[in-house]
């Protein structure tokens, strides 16, 4: 079974600072998806950024950028000049081609300090 | 855009009574989903719905069951509600095609006492 793990529960950064997010997975496929969720205190669920394990390049949403790693199996995400608006918690989540079911991770709670 | 409503968005309730949670959508998408969150736990996937009447367990299905009569309505029922069950549920959708992006209710905070 697919696993996703996010290891660092809570985070912080100071605003216009750069921070990395962890994720690792588990996956015997080859071709997948993961994603990058953000869930401000509203609650509402937001996609950040998304990425396809069969193409090489890193995706880039603005100032959100991911490292992603096949053969080691992560998929962090960088926040370059972090804003106040990136409070919220991030959930890394996978799903395998052709089945519809995404897995999330525990999440990560950051808190970007003025 | 009001591509997925939920409802109701709060209740509260007791030990062993009903609940149904209605999630609508407006996107004409094939899946549907019904997630928990937790503290600690991530959300974790509870039923999900490939079509009308077509419908699967996720890692978490005791204790709930869903009804998809139509491609816009997807329904979570607890059938006897226990305080494990306090949660916030989320419904969330996606096409058949494209980027298989999912698109997400507001949530629905439900308190079993």
């Known amino acids: 079974a697919q696993t996703v793990t996010q290891s660092q529960p809570e985070m912080s950064v100071q605003e216009a600072e750069t921070v990395t997010l962890s994720c690792t997975y588990d996956t015997s496929e080859n071709n997948y998806y993961l994603f990058w969720y953000k869930q401000p205190p509203s609650r509402q669920m937001i996609l950040v950024i998304r990425q396809e394990a069969y193409k090489q390049q890193n995706a880039t949403e603005n100032r959100f950028s991911v490292n992603f790693q096949k053969a080691a199996k992560s998929f962090s995400l960088k926040i370059s000049d972090s804003q106040l608006g990136d409070t919220a918690m991030y959930f890394c989540?996978?799903?395998?081609?052709?089945?519809?079911?995404?897995?999330f991770g525990t999440g990560t709670r950051l808190k970007v300090l003025a | 855009d009001a591509g997925i409503t939920q409802s109701p968005r709060h209740k509260v309730t007791e030990t062993g009574t009903p609940v149904t949670l209605r999630c609508h959508q407006t996107e004409n998408h094939r899946y549907m989903y019904w997630y928990r969150q937790d503290p600690g736990h991530g959300l974790r996937l509870i039923h999900y719905?490939?079509?009308?009447?077509?419908?699967d367990k996720g890692e978490v299905s005791d204790g709930y069951s869903v009804s998809r009569s139509k491609t816009e309505d997807f329904l979570l029922t607890l059938e006897s509600a226990t305080s494990s069950q306090t949660s916030v549920y989320f419904c969330?959708?996606?096409?058949?095609?494209?980027?298989?992006?999912?698109?997400f209710g507001a949530g629905s905070r439900l308190t079993v006492l």
């Open positions: 719905s490939y079509g009308v009447k077509d419908t």
């Open positions: 969330a959708s996606q096409r058949e095609s494209g980027a298989n992006v999912l698109t």
């Open positions: 989540a996978f799903m395998s081609e052709g089945t519809y079911k995404y897995i």
